[in-house]
Every structure is written in C-alpha cells, then in structure tokens.
C-alpha cells in the first residue's frame, strides 16, 4: 500500500489526475497529517497475445493466475506462491518489451516456473496451456518432466532419460 511520504499514513485522498498519455499523475492529501503529496503511475502499454489459432487478445494477469490456481487445486501450492509465479511470469513477458507475445511463451514460462514446485500442478497446467491432443502427447511431457527431476538429482550432471518399460 502506498504511504503518505510525511507521515507513513496508509490512507488518502486524490484530488486531482492528470492523465499524461503512459503516465497518471495524481496530486493526493493524506488523510492523517493532511499533507499533500503527488504519485506517478506508469502505465504499461498493453500487451497482446497470440493464440495458437492466431486470434490475439490482451494479456490478462488476473487470467494468468486462475489458470495457475486451477492446476494447482487440492496441491501443496500456497497462494502467494502463485501469486509470486504469476508476477514472475508477467515480468518476464514485459522485459522482453514486445507489443505481443505467444500463449505458448507464457505457457513455457509459468511450466519451467511449476516445475519446480509441483509435479502435479505442472502436468494439469501444461494439458491444458499446451493444448494436449491425446494422452500420449501428456506421456511424453512426463517423460519430460521426470527426465527433468533425474537432471536436477544427478550429481554428475548428466542427462538420462527414463527407460521406457516394455509392458504398459
Ligand atoms: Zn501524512
């Protein structure tokens, strides 16, 4: 929360914007020690993104972060480790300072961001951002993700697939 700069007061008044184009500037009085204060807020242009399908809409946080609570339901994911997830992940796509991006781009980055955090939550986020067409294309991104965790195990750092089993 934004704190009177005079007093450290969490709560005041605007009284007067001026919206600046990319910026709003804001003259704002504290509603404890009555000063008077001005914030600026920049205002990210918005970002598009493109579906596989070619259609675009804006990048949508809020949108984001539902799609990471609903795979991570009944998981041992805590909120503000989404929310973190969910910030990381928009300001990676905003660094790259592109006016569109790929849902597949975030898709890889909330994957690589859960990866770490929990199997299951990855397996249910990527069935759905990665669009599976069938449980073989599922299998294989387990394949991926176990591959994954014997890299991160191994101690001499080489990469071992997993070995198929014959009977399934
Ligand atoms: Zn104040």
Known sequence: MMQCPHCGHGKHQVIDTRDRGETVRRRRKCLDCEQRFTTYEHIA????????????????????????????????????????????VEDQIQRLGRAEVTSEMIGNLVLD????????????????????????????????????????????GRFEPPQRTSAS
């Open 113 to 156: 961001q859960l990866a770490d955090v929990d199997q299951v939550a990855y397996i249910r986020f990527a069935s759905v951002y990665l669009d599976f067409n069938d449980l073989s294309e599922v299998r294989s991104e387990v394949d991926r993700l176990m591959g994954r965790s014997e890299l991160n195990g191994d101690a001499n």
């Open 45 to 88: 242009p918005s970002l598009l993104v493109s579906k596989r399908d070619g259609h675009r809409e804006p990048f949508d946080s809020q949108k984001l972060l539902a799609g990471i609570r609903i795979a991570s339901v009944k998981r041992p994911v805590s909120s503000e480790r989404m929310q973190s997830i969910a910030n990381y």
